[in-house]
C-alpha cells in the first residue's frame, strides 16, 4: 500500500490510504503536512463541476439547497454566502469532554485526504485552509458528543466552525475563543463557498482519526497484556507444550502467538507445575490473543482504507454530481465492535489468570500470596479490581451500531454510531491496560515467594513491577501501585523496550508501536 511520500519531515497527501505511522507522526505534531500537486489538480477539476452545475442554476445538494429534511429548499445565488456560512455553524453542537488534539489533527488530515481523491467538489481554498490550521496547529476544540456516525456532523462542525472564526480552539497550549487563536496565528476566518460548507462537516473523519488511535492504542494494551500473561505463566509453572502445539495446529495468527510465548519463555529455570494438562486459561492463551490480534488488524486495515476513501455526499463522478450513501461507516464500525467481542475475551483469559495466582493451586502458592508467617489479608482483596475491570471490558462489548433512529423527517433512518463505539472501545482498553498492571503484579509476588529469577520479557515485567511495589509483607494500600505500574507498562518507552526484547514484526510495524518516530 502506498501511504505517503516523505521528504525531509513532511508528509505529501495524495488522496491514498494512510498508515498508522503517519496518523500517529499527524497526531503528534511530528511532521507537517503538504498537497500533492496531482491531487490538487483532481481537486480543481472536480470543483469545476460543481460551479458549472451551481452557474446552470441547477440544484446541488447542500450547496445550493437545504439539507436532510430541507433538502428542497433551494436558495437564490444572493442567498448562498449566508446560507453556507449558517450551515457549518448550525453543526456545530457537540457536548461534553473533547478529543484529545491528537485526534482532531488526525481528523483534519483525513478530511484533507479524501478530499485529494478528486470526488469532493471542494474549492481548493477549503483544503488549504484546513493545512493552515495544521501548520499553524491551531486546534479546534472537538467536544465528543454530538455524532450518530452517519457523517459526524456535530464533531466536524466544530472543527468547520473554526474555520470559519467561531467555536473554540487551543493555540499555543491555550483554550481560546477561534476569533482570537486565528488572529493570533495570523489567519483570516474562511467564507465557506458553496458545497465547501457541506465538505467540512458531512465527513466522518473524526471518527475514523478516534478510531484509528483506539485500535493502535488496543494493539499496544494487547501486547502488554500478552507480556505480562507469560509472566504469570511462568509464575504459575505452566506447561509449555500448548504452545509448541499451536505453532503446529493452530491458525497463522494462532501459531504466530504461541510460537512467541514458547521462544520467550526460554533462558531461565522455567518452573513445571502442571500435571498433564492446565486450566484452560494458561492453555489457551495463543488462541484467545491471535484472535484478538487477527480482530485488531481487521479493524486497522480497514479504518485505514478509510482514510483514503470519499465519504462524502453528493460526489463527483465522471463529470456528476452524485447523491451518495457514503457517509455510513458501517465496515469500521461492525469489524470494531468484533474486535471489541476479542477484547473481552483477552480480559477474561487476565482475570482468570489473576484467580489462578491468588487461590493457592498452583505450585503450593499461599492463598492470597501471603507469605508464609506473615500476618496479612494479602492480594484477596484486589481480585475483585480484577474481575470489575473484566466485566467493565465485557459490559463495553455488546454492539450498538444496529440500534434504530430515524430523524430529518424518516430521510435519515440509518445510523453506526461510530464515536459512541470508539469510546465504549477506549474505555475496554483502559480496562485492559490496568488489568495488565494487576497481573504483573501478582506475578511478581508469585515469583519472589519461590525465589524465581526470570529472563527475557518475564525480567522485564518483573523489574518494572518491583520499580514501584516492594515483596508484599503486611498489608498496605494498593490502589497507587496499581496505577503508576500501569503508567509505566502504558508507556511507549516499555513498548519500545517490550519491541526490542521481543517483537512481533507483523503487528509492531503495522501499528506503528512504541515512540512515534
Sequence with gaps: MHHFQTQSDTLSLDGKPMSFASLARVGARA????????????????????EDKIARGEPVYGANTGVGAMKD????????????????????FGTGAPFPSSVVRSAMAIRVNTALTGRVGCSRALVDAYLALLDKD?????????????????????????LTGVGEAVYQNRRMSAEAALAEAGLVPCRMAPRDSLASISVNAVGFAAAAEAVRSAASAMRMLLATGLTTAGAL???????????????????????????NAMGWDWPNATHVQDPLSLRMMAQVFGSGFDTLLVAGRTVLAATGRTDDNPVVVDGQ????????????????????????????NSFNRCVLLSNGARRDLPINLVPRGAIATGFGPIIK???????????????????????????EDEVSFLPLVVERFERQV????????????????????????????????????????????????????????ESDLGSEQSMAELISHAPIPALDEFFALGPVA
Design 73 to 92: 429548499v433551494e436558495w437564490s445565488p444572493e442567498e448562498l454566502e449566508t446560507f453556507n456560512l449558517g450551515l457549518v455553524r448550525a453543526h456545530h
Design 138 to 162: 491551531v486546534v479546534p476544540v472537538v467536544r465528543r458528543t454530538g455524532s450518530i456516525g452517519t457523517a459526524d456532523i456535530g464533531l466536524m462542525g466544530q472543527i468547520g466552525a473554526v
Design 237 to 263: 509453572g505452566a506447561s509449555r507444550d500448548p504452545w509448541k502445539a499451536v505453532a503446529h495446529v493452530g491458525t497463522e495468527r494462532e501459531a504466530e502467538i504461541g510460537a512467541w510465548l514458547y521462544h
Design 31 to 50: 511532521v507537517s503536512l503538504a498537497a500533492d500537486a496531482a491531487a490538487m489538480a483532481r481537486v480543481d477539476v472536480a470543483r469545476k463541476v460543481v
Design 385 to 411: 479490581l480484577a474481575g470489575e475491570l473484566f466485566a467493565r471490558a465485557l459490559s463495553m462489548a455488546m454492539p450498538v451500531s444496529a440500534q434504530s433512529l430515524v430523524v430529518a423527517a424518516g430521510l
Design 321 to 348: 454530481v452524485l447523491t451518495s450513501g457514503g457517509s455510513l461507516p458501517l465496515d469500521v464500525t461492525i469489524y470494531l465492535q468484533t474486535a471489541q467481542l476479542a477484547l473481552a475475551h483477552a480480559a477474561r
Design 430 to 485: 483502559r480496562a485492559l491496560k490496568r488489568l495488565a498492571a494487576l497481573e504483573g503484579l501478582l506475578a511478581a509476588q508469585a515469583m519472589d515467594i519461590h525465589g524465581d529469577r526470570p529472563s527475557g520479557v518475564p525480567a522485564m515485567i518483573y523489574d518494572k513491577v518491583r520499580q514501584h511495589a516492594a515483596f508484599y509483607v503486611v498489608d498496605r494500600p494498593l490502589s497507587a501501585e496499581v496505577e503508576i505500574i
